[in-house]
């Protein structure tokens, strides 16, 4: 298991590292902890954490994703923050993006323009919706401690 690697260019092949940073990586059957790049190219591995411009993923696994552009396809996620996201056969916990595309699978999902079909738990309207029923519930509890401090004084 290598602790660290930085490079110009890193290809991992059936092995592990702790943290990767280069330009240009691709990792096959293997695992990263930590990985930083520009391109990111994942192939039947798994990733604590992966920040990259570009990320594709097949048949991979990460904790968590921040990528310009993230491409995933029977994968899965824990959490992802992109700029856009293309998905085929993957499922996330969580998605924060600008546009989405392709079949998607997730908990939550925050964007702001979807295009293809789209399975969530929770969409952006229903965390608006979420976020004013919290609200209201919140701010009527403390009115009626408010009133029932008052009323014994």
């Given at each position: 298991?290598?602790?660290?690697?930085?490079a110009?260019?890193?290809?991992?092949?059936?092995?592990?590292a702790?943290?990767?940073?280069?330009?240009?990586?691709?990792?096959?059957?293997?695992?990263?902890?930590?990985?930083?790049a520009q391109?990111?190219?994942?192939?039947?591995?798994?990733?604590?954490?992966?920040?990259?411009?570009?990320?594709?993923?097949?048949?991979?696994?990460?904790?968590?994703?921040?990528?310009?552009?993230?491409?995933?396809?029977?994968?899965?996620?824990?959490?992802?923050?992109a700029?856009?996201?293309?998905?085929?056969?993957?499922?996330?916990?969580?998605?924060?993006?600008?546009?989405?595309?392709?079949?998607?699978?997730?908990?939550?999902l925050?964007?702001?323009?979807v295009?293809?079909?789209?399975?969530t738990a929770?969409?952006?309207?229903?965390?608006?919706?979420?976020?004013?029923?919290?609200?209201?519930c919140?701010?009527?509890?403390l009115?009626?401690?408010?009133?029932?401090?008052?009323?014994?004084?």
């Amino acid at each position: 298991m290598a602790d660290s690697v930085a490079a110009e260019s890193v290809h991992i092949s059936q092995s592990s590292a702790q943290a990767v940073h280069a330009n240009q990586v691709q990792v096959e059957q293997s695992s990263v902890m930590h990985l930083e790049a520009q391109e990111a190219h994942m192939n039947q591995c798994g990733g604590q954490s992966v920040q990259a411009e570009s990320v594709e993923m097949h048949d991979s696994g990460a904790g968590m994703v921040r990528a310009g552009n993230l491409k995933a396809q029977d994968s899965g996620f824990g959490m992802a923050i992109a700029e856009e996201v293309h998905m085929h056969d993957s499922h996330a916990g969580a998605i924060i993006t600008k546009n989405t595309h392709g079949t998607v699978h997730t908990s939550i999902l925050l964007t702001g323009k979807v295009e293809g079909e789209v399975h969530t738990a929770i969409d952006t309207r229903q965390v608006a919706l979420l976020g004013i029923v919290s609200g209201t519930c919140i701010a009527l509890i403390l009115f009626l401690l408010d009133w029932l401090t008052n009323r014994k004084a």
